[in-house]
């Protein structure tokens, strides 16, 4: 470019130039004349042509919410990108949805990119199942769809399908059966009849199943949880909230726990059987690894954990009682009696042990009442065979009728279960005492009915006479234990615990077990020959006195 002599002054360039117009190359005169073009279509940002918009590509996807990262900054290497494509051309609204294989896809396991090991902004892909983050030009998702060819994704938390690399969106009616088993979804009507009418369907392997008596997966040892996670799931109140409540909000236990209840009795699942990875990963994180995937533990320790921290994750009050589902579902109250016992020698230097004559009376709240069995026989029969005693669930339960007593810690105790009942009981039967040494099992067999629990004996009613009407309780649950003896690997010859679950299917009558992923029938004659650890009964609804033993 020439310079301006000193003598012209800047007013007469300007004129100049207005007439003659400006002095530039014919190459860029041409370039400029093109960009003009990209401008007027919208294609001009920031003073600058972007290269999406060039003839050469198509437009590929915008900056949207979905493409940033945790701190709302668009990705790196995103800048740059065009608008999205709105839609494929007409004619290929269907194209590449034929490579969607649904047998490869598991939507159980824990949200992460693949990669990146990030939960934020996840896509799953729906031809071979992993999970990637991000649909941008720089992410993980874009990456993999044009190194495997791989191109339509699912979006884990809007459920909206993309094909990418173009990165538009697809709605087409055959993907509503991927989208329902990422976040199954229920009406109050469809609810009310799980356990009215008998449902019986198949998976994507022609496996029959039945929603609600599933296999949960054993990842490791994790059976413990897999028995009570089973067991709460049946608890109709319970399960009906969690099914049809919007839990967004709430703290992260409360939305895995009912999402896994939701997988359970899943109608429209791809597979038989449902992993709890999700909930057990929360459940390590919050319990401080107290409870893992990894270690076998109690599954009554677990079960009082779980449902006192289900009970503050739904807002329920440490304080108030009935704050939340969970204690509506299972809170009552217990009289507790006490009185002190005292030793003292007498004159000849005999230990003698005084009763005080105060009698101190408590109200005390529970979620679970435990059932002591007697001692375990020492002797054998006469065939040299160790004894398995047999005791009736009725026998165990007088602990509760005001009358029997108990000595603790220097005090007599005696219980008496308060009117009114809550609508669901759980017993634990104890069958494991520690000392120093050692850990005793009891294998003492319980006898039980499956309907028609009369517990009016162990009730006070409130007027403080006596309960006249029977109040009946059928089983639901059944949580068993089993000893049996490890046959192969570093640990042959130990003796290891086995947890099992016993569910009634209100709709048919039947009864299914459950060990991790195994299913059967079972005879409800034959459920308490194992040894019963943890029950769950339901008050019955129909009018009192009308029960009959099952």
Known sequence: MSKRPAEETVEALEAQQQSTGPQTPKRARVEEVIDQEFMEKGSWRNGMILEASRPRAPALATDTDEDRDEEGDVAVGQLGVGKAQEGPSEGFSDLYLDTINRVLLDFDFEKLCSVSLSNINVYACLVCGKYFQGRGRSSHAYTHSLDQDHHVFINIASLKVYVLPE????QNKTLEDIKYVVNPTYTKAAVMKLDKE???????????????????????????MNVVV????????????????????????????????????????????????????????????????????????FHSWFINNLHLSLGGSKTRPGTSIIQRVFQGKLKVESQTITARADASDRLRFEEAAEIKTDIVRFMMLTLDLPPKPIFKDEQDKNIIPQVPLTTILSK????????????????????????????????????????????????????????????QPSDGGSSAEPIWYDLVANITH???????????????SVY?????????????QIQDLFVEEVARELLFTSESYVQIWQMRREPKGKGSEG
């Open 482 to 496: 089993e000893s049996v003896t490890t046959t192969s690997g570093k640990k042959e010859g130990d003796i290891r």
């Open 167 to 170: 990165s538009y969106e697809v």
């Open 230 to 301: 089973h067991a709460l799931a049946h608890v109709a109140p319970l399960r009906d909230y969690f099914m049809l409540e919007d839990l967004s909000a709430r703290p992260e236990l409360a939305q895995r726990f009912s999402i896994l209840v939701r997988k359970i009795w899943n109608p429209r699942a791809f597979k038989s059987h449902v992993s709890p990875h999700e909930l057990l990963q929360e459940i390590s994180l919050r319990s401080s690894k107290r409870f893992t995937l990894t270690t076998q533990s109690d599954p009554v320790d």
């Open 400 to 459: 509760y009728d005001g009358l029997h007593s108990q000595e603790l810690l220097g005090q007599r105790k005696r219980y008496r279960l308060l009117s009114p009942l809550p609508p669901f009981l759980i017993f634990h039967i104890k069958r494991f005492s520690k000392n120093k040494f050692v850990e005793e099992r009891n294998p003492t067999i319980v006898t039980f009915p499956t309907r028609s629990l009369d517990m009016s004996p162990y009730v």
């Open 500 to 512: 099992k679950v016993q569910l009634v299917n209100k709709a048919s009558g039947e009864w299914f």
């Open 198 to 224: 008998p449902l019986i369907r198949w998976d994507l392997g022609g496996k029959k199943y039945i929603p609600g008596f599933v296999g949960l997966n054993n990842i490791k040892q994790n059976d413990y």
